[in-house]
């Protein structure tokens, strides 16, 4: 058990520019998450995934947003035309399937956009 | 919608004593209540996770107790210690695989 790994750990962007981040999730886990947290408050959800479909899209998803996983493995979320509203820790956790079941985090990507 | 509420928002305890985090929740229709603690810049770690038929339970010095009816549930750590030190949440999982999650409670505890 390697844990969830998310990459990069840190992105500075300009606003306006696209940006994609990449969630490994523990390899047996067949549901994968997708939180956004901002300074002071809890994860906020985004979206879920059950091996590679994606079942629920939170309204914060705008149509900037979009997440992919294509085998079931890994999983990317990408932002669009970044805007200063963006800036915030992105976390991916993921779990075994079952609505009982632990999730597990990733130490999140944090996005700074200049 | 459900919301979830946690207080205090901040605590500072000193080495040795036990303490009571609280967490609110508003729609009883929950699966399971999870906490976790987060230390700065981190994810987060899952502590204990309460199924909505269960009552409490227990790890170690963490004892986390579950009250569907009423939207409550408490975090209850033993002889604290400098290392918890960390902010603390608790999240729900609502029919439809929606997780919300609290703001958090910031827990200091003095050497």
């Known amino acids: 058990d390697t844990g969830v790994s998310q990459d990069p750990r840190h992105k500075i962007t300009k606003r306006g520019q696209n940006v994609t981040f990449r969630c490994d999730p523990i390899s047996e886990h067949n549901r994968l998450y997708w939180y956004r947290q901002t300074l002071g408050q809890g994860p906020e959800f985004l979206t879920y995934?059950?091996?590679?479909?994606?079942?629920?899209k939170s309204r914060l998803l705008s149509d900037r947003f979009s997440a992919e996983r294509p085998k079931g493995s890994f999983s990317t979320l990408e932002i669009q035309r970044t805007e200063q509203g963006d800036s915030a820790m992105y976390l991916c956790?993921?779990?075994?399937?079952?609505?009982?079941?632990?999730?597990?985090f990733g130490d999140g990507t944090r996005l700074s956009i200049l | 919608k459900q919301e979830v509420t946690q207080i205090p928002a901040a605590l500072s305890v000193p080495e040795g004593e036990n303490l009571v985090l609280n967490c609110s929740f508003t729609d009883s229709a929950i699966y399971n209540l999870q906490w976790f603690r987060q230390d700065p810049g981190k994810g987060l770690t899952s502590l204990l996770l309460i199924q909505s038929s269960q009552r409490e339970q227990t790890s170690g010095r963490l004892n986390a107790s579950l009250d569907k009816s009423s939207g409550r549930s408490t975090l209850y750590i033993a002889a604290s210690q400098p290392g918890d030190s960390a902010t603390y949440l608790c999240a729900v999982a609502n029919y439809g695989q929606n997780f919300v999650f609290g703001p958090g409670t910031r827990l200091s505890v003095l050497p």
């Open positions: 956790a993921s779990s075994l399937d079952g609505v009982n079941q632990p999730q597990h």
């Open positions: 995934f059950q091996n590679e479909a994606q079942l629920e």
